[in-house]
């Protein structure tokens, strides 16, 4: 069965410093969305994305975040100046459409030192 | 502002029985409600999805209904194995896109 997978599973990285995370959705997906999960708490939502430009996104994606398709099969969340509270499980997803289910991934943990 | 909660936030129960997971939510204004599982670790895996149009869908030993009026949702699993040990997550996705997550019932299945 097909799969969204995320890279990399963990990622360390030093306080003001940019991460990409990565994320390959389901190939016949149009849908993609990025979520978070600081330990402990809920899943949040940060961003939808449609047709090569946001559709909707989160109070929590401010312009700290970005995100991007830069070729036909990766979605990209880039963080720049992270911060301590930046720390969380950051799980990608994946739809056909709008209203069908959403596929995950694994998730990467980001570590902000 | 929507809310989403789930009671209980923990739930323990012998193999064999049926047990019924709650969800609500303030907003009834939502696109559709979806269910999901998460076990330690990993990333979420999608149960059951209700469109806002309707009542309940089933999937196997899982049976998940919606009543948009009331702000409920509730997801029945039927004859608990201890494979279904997870935490379950119950989300809506409101009219502009967005989505929101309860904070999950952890479920314990003793054998």
């Known amino acids: 069965e097909p799969e969204v997978t995320q890279t990399p599973s963990h990622q360390v990285t030093q306080m003001g410093q940019e991460v990409i995370l990565r994320c390959v959705p389901i190939s016949n997906h149009l849908y993609f969305y990025w979520y978070r999960q600081i330990l402990g708490q809920k899943v949040e939502f940060l961003v939808s994305f449609y047709n090569n430009e946001i559709s909707e996104k989160s109070e929590i994606f401010d312009d700290q975040f970005s995100v991007e398709r830069p070729d036909g099969s990766n979605f990209t969340l880039k963080i720049r100046s992270t911060k301590l509270e930046d720390s969380a499980m950051y799980f990608c997803?994946?739809?056909?459409?709008?209203?069908?289910?959403?596929?995950f991934g694994d998730g990467t943990r980001l570590s902000i030192l | 502002k929507q809310e989403v909660t789930q009671i209980p936030a923990a739930l323990s129960v012998p193999e064999g029985e049926n047990l019924v997971l709650n969800c609500s939510f303030t907003?009834?204004?939502?696109?559709?409600l979806q269910w999901f599982r998460q076990d330690p670790g990993k990333g979420l895996t999608s149960l059951l999805l209700?469109?806002?149009?309707?009542r309940e869908q089933t999937s196997g030993r899982l049976n998940a209904s919606l009543d948009k009026s009331s702000g409920r949702s509730t997801l029945y699993i039927a004859a608990s194995q201890p494979g279904d040990s997870a935490t379950y997550l119950c989300a809506v996705m409101n009219r502009d896109d967005k989505i929101i997550f309860g904070k999950g019932t952890r479920l314990h299945i003793l054998p």
């Open positions: 907003d009834s204004a939502i696109y559709n």
């Open positions: 997803a994946s739809s056909v459409i709008r209203n069908q289910p959403q596929h």
């Open positions: 209700i469109q806002s149009s309707q």
